[in-house]
């Protein structure tokens, strides 16, 4: 077992007072001798404490070296663990000033905020791109961010996907700005500068705009002599299939141009759609009919409407995507089959779903069927007339009405597309608003 300098010190003092005891013996009075050599012992201890304390309060002053046994001891243990503590600063000195330098040199911004959304740090780029002050910390941050849908994303505390705003300095400065909780409540809000891609999309959508806009009048040119040669009785024979089949095509470039202007309108529209009262029910009814009057169509159509509801939404939308999941339904279902449109409520929220029994979908192309010009079989599907773009059409009609597209889907027995309102676009359809009436 180490005693460490403690075997020494009392060594000495029974030394000191062993040398007092034989003063004490040869000159009489050993007591005396004794608290006078104690007293000299205590009187050194507390100049040492002195020392020490003196130091503490000001310990940049250089400490004694030339104490010996325990204090020697204590000075030394001192010495080192502030030569450890000077280098330890030293250290973190170095790693904060390449994080600053790091974190300045960053192209995105980023602010800590605490759990109260008060501002505790934030980059130059913040600064720059936020019109945060270093002054505002302490502050809360909706203070000086006040995009009405930035303060709803931070207030409903759902932070998986970014919000997009335009930069509070530079309104032509467009941001996607995200928050990333860590920690136990900290938050790290990170804004990017997302201008470019926002002008590349704005270009990408001009153009297929203007292309399909561009497309139309030479199309309905061609269309004209088509017909005009179709209706011409002296048209040889062989001319007359090819002819069929050239109209055929046109037909369909002229449904693709259709939906891709359909799809570029809802694109430059406002994210939410106008909130029209419109008459769901009477709106399937007259689906259901059409359907009915068709060549090829499954032998059951069938149209439940459960609810009495109506939408409030945008109609010529809302027809589009019922009118392509009706549309789909029929195409992908053998004459044999059966269409199932239902129209229902669900705790207040309309729901309208369309089953089919026909050819279904595998499960994993079901996640892509809103892209465009998805086909889950390229060739097929193509046969069957779709212009691959009418579950985008669906889903960006959707989305505008706050409303979900689910689809579940067995091949080979068939499918159901469901679209999901909130109960905020429920209406009554009498003329005063209010909850909608039963079974219809
Ligand atoms: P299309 O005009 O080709 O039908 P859509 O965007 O409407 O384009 O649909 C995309 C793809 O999803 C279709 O090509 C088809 O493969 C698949 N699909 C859509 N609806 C159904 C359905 N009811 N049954 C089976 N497959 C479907």
């Known amino acids: 077992m180490r005693h460490g300098p403690w075997g020494f010190v009392l060594f000495r003092l029974a030394v000191l007072v062993g040398l007092a005891v034989a003063a004490g013996l040869v000159f009489g009075r050993p007591?005396?001798?004794?608290?006078?050599?104690?007293a000299a012992y205590l009187g050194w201890q507390l100049y040492h404490i002195y020392r020490l304390e003196s130091w503490?309060?000001?310990?940049?002053?250089?400490?004694?070296?030339?104490?010996?046994?325990?204090?020697?001891?204590?000075?030394?243990q001192l010495n080192r663990m502030r030569r450890q503590s000077r280098a330890r600063k030293k250290r973190l000195g170095k790693v904060i000033k390449e994080f600053r330098k790091s974190t300045k040199a960053l192209p995105d911004g980023g602010v800590v905020l605490s759990d109260q959304?008060?501002?505790?740090?934030m980059n130059a780029a913040a600064?720059?791109?936020?019109?945060?002050r270093k002054e505002d910390r302490g502050q809360r941050v909706e203070n000086f961010l006040r995009d009405p849908e930035f303060v709803a994303y931070l207030a409903d505390g759902e932070f998986s996907r970014p919000v997009r705003m335009d930069s509070p300095v530079n309104?032509?400065?467009?941001?996607?700005?995200?928050?990333?909780?860590?920690?136990?409540?900290?938050?790290?809000?990170?804004?990017?500068?997302i201008t470019n891609s926002v002008r590349l999309e704005k270009v990408r959508r001009s153009f297929v705009a203007n292309a399909s806009h561009e497309l139309r009048s030479p199309l309905t040119v061609v269309t004209g002599y088509l017909d005009a040669m179709m209706d011409d009785p002296e048209l040889p024979e062989s001319w007359k299939e090819p002819a069929a089949e050239m109209a055929r095509q046109s037909d369909r470039m002229r449904r693709i141009i259709d939906d891709l202007l359909t799809l570029s309108r809802l694109e430059a529209a406002s994210a939410e759609a106008d909130r029209d009262r419109v008459d769901v029910p009477g709106m399937l009814s007259v689906m259901k009919k059409e359907a009915l009057a068709r060549d090829q169509r499954p032998?059951?159509?069938e149209l439940q409407l459960d609810s009495g509801a109506g939408l409030l939404g945008v109609e010529s939308e809302l027809f589009s995507a019922f009118a392509n999941l009706i549309d789909n339904a029929i195409k992908y279902t053998?004459?044999?089959?059966?269409?199932?449109?239902?129209?229902?409520?669900?705790?207040?929220?309309?729901?309208?779903?369309?089953?089919?029994?026909g050819i279904g979908i595998p499960e994993a192309a079901i996640p892509r069927l809103t892209e465009r010009f998805y086909r889950v079989d390229k060739g097929?599907?193509?046969?069957?007339?779709?212009?691959?773009?009418?579950?985008a059409i669906v889903k960006h009609v959707l989305q505008r009405h706050d409303a979900r597209l689910e689809i579940e889907s067995e091949p080979g027995k068939g499918s159901t597309f469901t679209c999901r309102f909130p109960p905020e676009r429920a209406t009554g359809l009498d003329a005063e608003d209010g909850p909608a009436a039963g079974v219809a």
């Open 117 to 121: 959304n008060d501002i505790v740090w």
């Open 127 to 132: 600064q720059a791109f936020l019109g945060l």
């Open 31 to 38: 007591l005396a001798w004794v608290v006078a050599a104690l």
């Open 56 to 76: 503490l309060r000001n310990p940049s002053g250089q400490l004694p070296r030339d104490a010996l046994g325990l204090w020697g001891g204590i000075y030394a």
């Open 380 to 391: 097929r599907d193509r046969i069957r007339g779709g212009t691959g773009l009418g579950l």
């Open 171 to 193: 309104p032509e400065v467009k941001l996607s700005v995200q928050v990333v909780p860590y920690g136990k409540t900290q938050r790290l809000l990170l804004a990017k500068d």
């Open 299 to 301: 032998s059951t159509i």
């Open 334 to 357: 053998g004459t044999d089959g059966t269409v199932t449109v239902r129209w229902f409520e669900e705790n207040g929220a309309p729901r309208l779903s369309v089953s089919d029994t």
